[in-house]
């Protein structure tokens, strides 16, 4: 799934038009999910490809693309950004709007990364009930 992002979200703002991506993502996420009869991680799926897109929103460059696809034992979500500064967790305050997305998915994941080229974000959910993709 690629779309590409609005010229006028960059520099932490993201556009009014890109603000329905992240929400377009979870469903199809949602729905793939459902193809794979994984109903027990597509919450937390949902939230990750959340976080991850609206950081590419957010802090990438160019058009974003979004991968979720089965891998051995887990289902892995990766999110392209076009940008080649590597994402890492910020330490928000308590008085920041934001800045936790990346605690989030820390969090959340069963592990997570960006690539050696720093344009890709990844996360990944372990398939509990010993299925092997």
């Known amino acids: 799934m690629a779309f590409v992002r609005s010229s006028e979200s960059m ?10 991506w992240p929400q377009q993502m979870r469903r ?3 729905a793939g999910l459902s193809r794979w009869n994984r109903p ?16 590419a929103l957010r802090h990438g ?11 051995t034992g887990r289902v892995l979500i990766e999110v392209q950004d076009g940008s080649h500064e590597v994402a890492v967790p910020r330490n928000a305050t308590p008085v920041d709007e934001d800045g936790r997305g990346l605690l989030l998915v820390t969090a959340i994941a069963d592990d997570w990364g960006v690539s050696p080229d720093g ?6 959910l372990l398939l509990r009930d010993g299925t092997t993709a």
């Open 28 to 30: 199809a996420v949602r």
């Open 61 to 71: 460059r160019g058009d974003v693309r979004v991968r979720v696809h089965l891998a």
């Open 11 to 20: 520099g932490g703002a993201i556009a009014e038009e890109d603000r329905l």
């Open 40 to 55: 027990d991680i597509t919450e937390a799926a949902e939230l990750l490809v959340t976080e991850l897109v609206t950081n």
């Open 119 to 124: 344009t890709t974000t990844w996360c990944s």
